[in-house]
């Protein structure tokens, strides 16, 4: 198992018994204590869990999500995937907004090279496409969110609001059937809500993974939804929901 399906597999555990440890972690993957000790020093220098003798504790609450940079790691050539093929469907000349969240980086980094105008409600993807020769670069202004150096608050959303997109691509924390497209951070949830609201079109971009989840803000119900890319691990269930709510799903 590679590092980062390692670090992801460790989250997931923190998540259900909230402690682990090194013994029990190095005879499940089948690897040494001294890797999964250095996994469980990376996480603590993310601020994800504290070192405590003999395996690490977790620092994270139940409804608080990762650190952008563990995020980051986890799923990265699904990621990649869903970015080729969000950007398979936007075409040249459209005005595009980008959301926030490590999914949607992938995608900035994927349009680099295509001419359109985009809307990035973070400032990683906004350095992205800031030398990118022919897309047309908006920021909207407002607030930065420590670590995640997403744009939230009033003047993001009323920028949002004063335009209008022929596409939104966001994304999630969680999205079900019961619960629809939901967030952690309540600030974001708004923001999201102002784009969806000034888009004809919204496609949400999640790996499978965001299906077993529901985040703490509620952002909107599946037939909000145009169009969902995920991977081909998506519950049939989920799947089914979806398409239920008139929701078309691309699975990669």
């Known amino acids: 198992m590679e590092s980062a399906d390692r670090i992801h597999a460790i989250m997931t555990a923190l998540r259900a018994c909230d402690?682990?440890?090194?013994?029990?972690?190095?005879?499940?993957?089948?690897?040494?204590?001294?890797?999964?000790?250095?996994?469980?020093?990376?996480?603590?220098?993310?601020?994800?869990?504290?070192?405590?003798?003999g395996g690490a504790v977790s620092l994270l609450l139940r409804g608080e999500e990762s650190p952008f940079a563990v995020r980051e790691r986890e799923a990265a050539?699904?990621?990649?995937?869903?970015?080729?093929?969000?950007?398979?469907?936007?075409?040249?000349?459209?005005?595009?907004?980008l959301d926030s969240g490590t999914t949607a980086l992938e995608i900035a980094r994927t349009i680099r090279d295509r001419r359109m105008t985009v809307l990035p409600l973070s400032l990683q993807s906004a350095h992205?496409?800031?030398?990118a020769p022919r897309?047309?670069?908006?920021?909207?202004?407002?607030?930065?969110?420590?670590?995640?150096?997403?744009l939230t608050g009033p003047l993001t959303e009323g920028a949002i609001r004063s335009l209008r997109f022929d596409t939104a691509?966001?994304?999630?924390?969680?999205?079900?059937?019961?619960?629809?497209?939901?967030?952690?951070?309540?600030?974001?949830?708004?923001v999201k809500q102002a784009a969806i609201a000034s888009a004809r079109r919204v496609v949400v971009a999640t790996d499978s993974s965001k299906f077993t989840r529901t985040a703490f803000g509620a952002v909107c119900p599946l037939?909000?939804?145009?169009?969902?890319?995920?991977?081909?691990?998506?519950?049939?269930?989920?799947?089914?929901?979806?398409?239920?709510?008139?929701?078309?799903?691309?699975?990669?």
């Open 77 to 97: 050539e699904v990621k990649r995937r869903i970015a080729a093929e969000v950007a398979s469907l936007l075409s040249d000349g459209e005005a595009v907004l």
């Open 19 to 53: 402690s682990v440890s090194v013994a029990e972690l190095a005879l499940e993957h089948a690897v040494s204590e001294m890797t999964i000790r250095r996994d469980l020093d990376e996480l603590a220098q993310q601020g994800v869990v504290r070192r405590v003798r």
């Open 135 to 150: 897309i047309r670069l908006v920021l909207p202004g407002g607030e930065v969110r420590p670590g995640e150096l997403d």
């Open 128 to 131: 992205e496409l800031g030398t």
């Open 169 to 190: 691509v966001i994304g999630c924390c969680g999205l079900s059937a019961e619960h629809g497209l939901t967030a952690y951070d309540l600030s974001e949830v708004a």
């Open 223 to 252: 037939d909000r939804l145009d169009l969902v890319v995920t991977d081909d691990a998506i519950p049939p269930s989920e799947h089914d929901a979806l398409t239920a709510a008139g929701v078309t799903v691309r699975t990669v």
